[in-house]
């Protein structure tokens, strides 16, 4: 179940190192990036509030989601969110990002007194402000010492649309340099940003976990699934990249089904070759040959080769009828000539002499 | 192809043959139509209008019309069996003209001019009798003409379209809008068009037949339909193609090669 990767995120961070970053990086022809988001975001708050994780508390910054899905999400999954010992805070940036709601009132940003686990933030386009903002707030859950939590930005995509690449990156750079900072995870879609955008992110991350479809497109182009014969609209494949310590890159790849229940992980199932060999076109005819048919196939005497083993062999070259010719004999010969005085036919088979040369064109010694 | 009253289209956006004990299926979702200059899709959101009227007492529409005066729609209504003119006095439909709008330019902060149409759809909600504020739809016809008149600012238009669709998350109401897609597929900003495609609860992209015009088949109909609980993300994804007609007085829906 992304178990390492959970367990990465949980462990948190060595000291003087940064912290494990995790981008989850989805795209339209596999939607799934904010189910693999939810299910990590609950597996970690479990391990925070069973006391089995680094982080004592997590900040999540709200950007494509109301705060209301998340608490709802946590509590259906089991997680205290209202306990006495508070370790979740939510930073509101999706009902208000711009402070549209509240322009009569131009009040910024809100520490809503009723509410102890939520806070708007109204400046979205402000990164500085942001990072200010939630190691204000991670502090407020896990004190001022050594204690640490983790960060969660539901859409790094929405806050790169508000700002750009650059702030984005450097805000990501900067939780995973913060001392009190265990862990860090946000959710990308791959085909909203132009591709130095998404390797920015990348190299900032320790961990990408791709979330593809089950099957590749042929165009490969960001297009919904809108083939409706698609038989796993609900099913893909999780590629995980992991940077180690020393370096080393490590790649795994997981199935992952969704369904009511939520999302639920299987290793790669070994009937790809079947759903491999299901996506060559059907056709009417066979395109291979089997190993009986090459055996045949190199046994077909062609016509002009030398054969009959030195008996005298009956060609019938179409201008008498057959038992005309069957009084007749034209002895033939191949690989050598002999001055016989009558027509001959000399064959050379040319694909004994050499290998099939793939790069070669036949047509080229064509003269038109 | 009927079943109790119900088309393909009805079916494909999951709306159910009893009414009285089934919520309101475009509640707290957002639809998008995506067309194309071959083929325009603003029937669906007339058809959306008027289930929007006819399947539920306690519904208001709040309309904002970026493409065509308010006669426009009436008009076409009024073919489809729906009088606007009688909804609107009933306080069930609201009509924000912005056929004039221009967000202010250089040297103004562009987002105000959108923030103030988004402060006239909250007012707009408020003025609404609490009978009608149970199920309430924002139409916006279209995305593109409201990039005109945000100055070609597609970062105010998605920041807008955020706010329109905090109120289906916050409120429970629907939001449905057309977009021209042949106008963003091929441009410099694909991105832009994607970017309502991931909001969007509902898509609905209507085409031309590939084979070209014909008398009796009008378009193709894509309906994906994203199941989500909300919580966890999308728990299913249902497509539906199909066929529709576009008549006088109503539109035919029916499934490809079933036409006689």
Redesign the interface.
Known sequence: MAESVCRSLRDGVLEGELAPALTIKDS?SS??G??V???ILVQLSSHIVAGKSQSRGMVIVSLS??PS??T??LK?NGVDVESSKKWIHILDC?????G??D?TRKSGDIMDPSNQILSSYKTVKDVNKLFSVICDLGRGLVGENKSRFCVAIDSLSELM?HSSMQPVASLLSNLRSHDQISSIFGLL?S???EERALAAVEYTSSIVASVDPFHHSVDGQ?S?????SEPN??KGKLNIRSKRRNGRVRVTCEEFK???S??SFAPVSAVDGAAVAGLIPKVQFNLQLSEKELVDRSRVVLPFEHQGNGKPIQIYDGRRSLEESNNETTPISGGKKEDSGRGEIIYFRDSDDEMPDSDEDPDDDLDI | MEHQGLNLMDQALGFHSNVTQQPWPLCGRFVLVEDCVDTSGAFVLHHILKRSFTSRPSSAVIFLAFAHPINHYDRVLRKLGCNLSSQRDNGRFFFLDMLMLQCPVEGKPK?DGL?TV??KI?RAISELHPENKKFVTVVIDDISCLEVAANGSS?DV??FL??CY?LT??NGYALVALNHQDIYSDGERP?FM??I??LADI?V?VDPLATGLAKDVHGQV?V?N?ET?????????K???FHFKIKENNIEYFYAGTRT
Do not use: C
């Open positions: 339209l939607p799934f904010f189910n988001f939810s299910h989601r109301s899905s998340y709802g999400l259906m999706y009902t208000d990002p711009l549209w709601k322009k649309r879609h085909d909203l940003h960001g919904y699934i809108r083939n409706s609209l609900t969704v369904g009511p939520g999302i | 987002h923030a988004f402060e909250e970062n998605l920041d955020h706010y905090t998350s916050e991105a994607l970017e495609e991931y898509l992209k894509m994906l994203k609980q909300k919580q966890q993300g999308i728990s299913s994804i497509v539906q193609n």
